[in-house]
């Protein structure tokens, strides 16, 4: 992550998960984050709860899915686990009373952050989670949160596309370290 990589595996994969990097790279810039006003309302509607890190592996798990092949394997859930024990790898989580409706999770460090996967049970469960992340990452004065790939559905709430070179200089703005070569 430190290099500017993310990690992406292969169902019946033995060796070592693979990195890759996105040019153009999708990221979100917290100074320019917005919640669109049909989130905004849905949230007061709906009234989920937003929580951090209380259901991080139930949270890994339903972005992976029962599905096969996709990037999220089972070795790759357990290296987040990981991180999520070194205080790494982190969980947004929005609950209906005592339902997990909507998550995503990613890593923090320094002023980075990252949403790696998300997955929603309920109408409007990924957005709540989507926002919750925005909002920690301004409240914390976080300069850069990456994800990844570009889609509408990420747009909406800021998300731009930019070239590698500036991914990894503001990379290393956030992480407070000189840029990778």
Known sequence: YRAGFFPMDEAGATGPVGWYEA????????????????????????????????AFIRVVAACAGDRDGVWLTPRLARGYAALHRAGIAHSVEAWDGDHLVGGLFGVAMGRFMSAESMFHRAPDGGNAAIAGLLGI?????????????????????????????????????????????
């Open 23 to 54: 040019d153009p790279r999708a990221v979100i810039l917290p100074s320019e984050a917005r919640v669109p006003v049909t989130v905004r309302r849905m949230l007061r509607r709906r009234g989920y709860e937003l929580r951090v890190d209380t």
């Open 137 to 181: 990452a301004v409240a914390s004065g976080a300069l850069l949160v990456d994800v990844q790939m570009a889609s509408a559905h990420v747009a909406r709430f800021g998300a731009r596309e930019i070239p590698a070179h500036e991914f990894s200089a503001r990379l290393a703005d956030a992480l407070g370290e000189s840029p990778v070569a």
